[in-house]
């Protein structure tokens, strides 16, 4: 299991007057971001969902957005993490619940939903992506060979959370200088993966419950939630076929 990316997000009701809170905002970033914040020349007017402020952490492996109504971290692991879970959820807890708590003085506390999305690839399987996606998920006829796979299974835990796990297969290419040729006919493919990827999120709760707010408590529980599949349960769904949750 190698971990590839992770994305957090946190949506708040849109917050108009934003723009004007970033430089007390930096300032509670600058232990883990570089400062200042890079402001966007995004009309008042713009969607909300448009960044209107980004960074980067100081050794440029997260990106941190924030919109209006929503802010988003994204982090992509280098080898020095990427074999080990504990080590990614570390690095992000000490970035994403600071932030959490540094924000909701600007939104009076008013998270909407927030959620966690990990990317892993799976390098050790005795047989191409495709077809243990084919043989273990699916369980169809078929009188050829798919070239891809592309499955999501959707679940509702404690009647809070979406459960989001999917599958696919990532043909993996040497890298090329040459743009006009970044096609698989010019490329020598290096490996063939199965991708997995977990979103775990409290938004059921958002659509189905009136008057529904999030907080820090449940982001806490979207890290256990996710910390419990990546350590406990990940094996027996990809290797047997079998979730549970």
């Given at each position: 299991m190698l971990i590839q990316t992770t994305t957090f997000n946190a949506?708040?009701?849109k917050e108009q007057?934003?723009?004007r809170n970033f430089i007390n905002i930096e300032d509670g970033l600058k232990d883990h971001f570089q400062t200042p914040l890079h402001l966007l020349p995004i009309p008042d007017d713009a969607p909300p969902d448009i960044p209107r402020a980004q960074t980067e952490s100081h050794e440029g492996h997260s990106k941190l957005n924030i919109s209006l109504d929503r802010l988003s971290l994204q982090t992509k692991y280098d080898h020095r993490f990427q074999s080990d879970w504990y080590k990614c959820k570390e690095y992000l807890e000490n970035r994403i619940f600071p932030?959490?708590?540094?924000?909701?003085?600007y939104i009076d506390n008013n998270y909407s939903f927030s959620g966690l999305t990990t990317e892993i690839f799976i390098h050790d399987l005795d047989e191409e992506p495709v077809k243990h996606l084919f043989e273990n998920f699916i369980k169809?006829?078929?009188?050829?060979?798919?070239?891809?796979?592309?499955l999501?299974?959707?679940?509702?835990?404690?009647?809070?959370?979406?459960?989001?796990?999917?599958?696919?297969?990532?043909?993996?290419?040497?890298k090329t200088t040459n743009r006009e040729k970044e096609l698989p006919a010019y490329l020598q493919q290096k490996d063939d993966v199965l991708s997995v990827l977990i979103d775990i999120n409290d938004r059921y709760a958002h659509n189905f419950q009136k008057d529904y707010h999030s907080d820090v408590d449940v982001m806490d529980e979207i890290f256990t939630i996710t910390n419990d599949i990546l350590t406990g349960k990940l094996d027996q769904i990809i290797y047997e076929g079998r979730v549970e949750l």
């Open positions: 949506f708040f009701p007057g934003m723009r932030l959490i708590n540094l924000m909701k003085g169809i006829g078929s009188n050829t060979n798919p070239f891809d796979v592309n999501k299974l959707t679940y509702v835990l404690r009647e809070r959370f979406y459960i989001n796990i999917s599958f696919s297969n990532v043909r993996l290419y040497e």
